[in-house]
T-cell receptor, first 112, second 112 residues
Framework: GENVEQHPSTLSVQEGDSAVIKCTYS??????FPWYKQELGKRPQLIID?????GEKKDQRIAVTLNKTAKHFSLHITETQPEDSAVYFC???????????FGAGTILRVKS | DSGVTQTPKHLITATGQRVTLRCSPR?????VYWYQQSLDQGLQFLIQ???????AKGNILERFSAQQFPDLHSELNLSSLELGDSALYFC???????????FGPGTRLTVL
């Protein structure tokens, strides 16, 4: 089945710097890749997603890139702010409307 | 607020007992997903229902079962509870099969 690996497990950046989180997936049939942000004790919140027919997608300070050949995708956060501090999860889905397989998560700390 | 509701917020029970977790999807969403989040296993997909029928199954134990009712709310039943079942249980919903899943606030289950 699908396996998603996520790196790094923790990331500390200075406020205003950029943060990059990387994920690799194993199933070449995967075609949907969302990113979730989870604050302590709260629900995972969808922040951006990308489908396999697109290489890059941006939404203000957040961008996601996808390399289907290498089977990896990345989350880029620019001009980080203290409120960006949270756990970020990548996920992959191989079938339309089907289960999400999550990475292990990255704890992002933005120091002010 | 994602529009997905879950009850109860917290549940404390003893080993061997049975509990029922409830989820109401966003208005108009036909698909409901259940996930378990624990410290050692991360976010794991359990089961998906679409318009009342089971659509996909993940790492769901035989002691666990779920259903989706005609009004589209869903219930997850956990029986013969063990200490290791202590976790956060999230429900997510999506508009039929388009993969964008929105999570509810979760139910924190503690088995003593």
């Amino acid at each position: 089945g699908e396996n998603v690996e996520q790196h790094p497990s923790t990331l500390s950046v200075q406020e205003g710097d950029s943060a990059v989180i990387k994920c690799t997936y194993s199933d070449s049939a995967s075609n949907y890749f969302p990113w979730y942000k989870q604050e302590l004790g709260k629900r995972p919140q969808l922040i951006i997603d990308i489908r396999s027919n697109v290489g890059e997608k941006k939404d203000q300070r957040i961008a996601v890139t996808l390399n289907k050949t290498a089977k990896h995708f990345s989350l880029h956060i620019t001009e980080t702010q203290p409120e960006d501090s949270a756990v970020y999860f990548c996920a992959a889905s191989g079938e339309y409307g089907n289960k999400l397989v999550f990475g292990a998560g990255t704890i992002l700390r933005v120091k002010s | 607020d994602s529009g997905v509701t879950q009850t109860p917020k917290h549940l404390i029970t003893a080993t061997g007992q049975r509990v029922t977790l409830r989820c109401s999807p966003r208005s108009g969403d036909l698909s409901v997903y259940w996930y378990q989040q624990s410290l050692d296993q991360g976010l794991q997909f359990l089961i998906q229902y679409y318009n009342g029928e089971e659509r996909a199954k993940g790492n769901i134990l035989e002691r666990f079962s779920a259903q989706q009712f005609p009004d589209l709310h869903s219930e997850l039943n956990l029986s013969s509870l063990e200490l290791g079942d202590s976790a956060l249980y999230f429900c997510a919903s999506s508009v039929w099969d388009n993969n964008e899943q929105f999570f509810g606030p979760g139910t924190r289950l503690t088995v003593l």
